[in-house]
């Protein structure tokens, strides 16, 4: 008896030991397939955040230069914004009509004139003007009577951005703006109803954000936890560009595509996480007259 106690207590004890193992092996293959879960939850929520990024940046790219000539900056690409690498603007014209200065503007004014008496320039006859400044005025009352303007010096290609509020049609046209600052010439200078979404990372902070018609002190995050953005534009004769300034040779109707590189990095239990998505993207209207 004493023997077959025994034994039973040893094939009890050898029992426990293999069922011991089995629990760890099992307790380990779980938490081995919870990491791998947990892992494939940050990688998806990665490829996600990438992806949505994509959606917005490459749909910008492809409305870009709508209604805009060739000589216009329809896209600019600069090396920073305050440091935080490439600053990607896309432009576009809400409406197909463009108004022309009229008489000198000097900084700092709040009327802009865009017909005078006796022009020489017929665009500043103001019969002519009636249907453009109507066709502005309507996309101005339709955006609640404040709609932002881009006033675009043809000689230097350069711009701002100001508020268009309002307007008057007496004698001759004029438009009601927000303080600019710089001064403008008469007949070289013309006025677009222009929505420009520009894109730039936020190093500090992590995010892809998006700037709206000028505005670079009001950011908006279109992804997070992004730690790179490059950017290249490929011209159709093979040239590679790294910037893209308004005033280049370079026009926009000359690009075959915008090379778009995101990064975007996380962390989870002291393991960092990468993923790189590469896009090309083709304004559509380059092939526009």
Not at 85 to 111: D, M, W
Not at 209 to 226: C, H, M, Q, W
Request: proline share 3%.
């Amino acid at each position: 008896m004493k023997r077959e106690r025994g034994f039973t207590l040893l094939e009890l004890m050898v029992s426990l030991s293999i069922l011991s193992v089995m629990m760890a092996m099992l307790v380990g293959y779980v938490l081995s397939m919870q990491n791998h879960f947990f892992n494939d939850i940050v990688r998806t929520r990665i490829n996600s955040n990438l992806r949505s990024a994509f959606d917005i940046v490459g749909m910008n790219i492809r409305q870009t230069g709508e209604n805009l000539k060739k000589s216009f900056p329809a896209v600019v690409l600069s090396n920073d914004l305050d440091g935080a690498g490439k600053y990607l603007q896309l432009r576009r014209n809400l409406i197909p009509e463009v108004l022309t200065v009229c008489v000198n503007f000097n900084a700092g004014a709040t009327s802009i004139s865009v017909s005078k008496n006796n022009p020489t320039n017929a665009a500043c006859l103001y019969s002519n003007v009636t249907s453009v400044y109507n066709a502005f005025n309507t996309e101005r009352l339709a955006k609640d009577g404040n709609i932002r303007m881009y006033i675009f010096n043809s000689l230097t290609k350069s711009g701002e951005f100001v508020d268009y509020t309002g307007g008057t049609s007496s004698s001759n046209y004029s438009l009601s703006i927000s303080p600019a600052s710089a001064n403008y010439p008469a007949d070289s200078t013309y006025l677009y109803l222009v929505e420009e979404y520009a894109f730039a990372l936020d190093e500090t902070e992590e995010t892809l954000n998006l700037y709206r018609n000028g505005k670079t002190d009001t950011p908006e995050a279109v992804a997070f936890s992004i730690s790179a953005f490059d950017v290249v534009i490929k011209n159709s004769d093979g040239t590679e560009l790294a910037v893209l300034s308004p005033n280049s040779s370079t026009t926009w109707k000359q690009i075959k595509n915008i090379s778009i590189g995101l990064t975007g990095t996380e962390s989870w239990k002291s393991r960092d996480f990468s993923t790189t998505l590469n896009g090309e993207f083709f304004p559509r209207n380059i092939i526009s007259k």
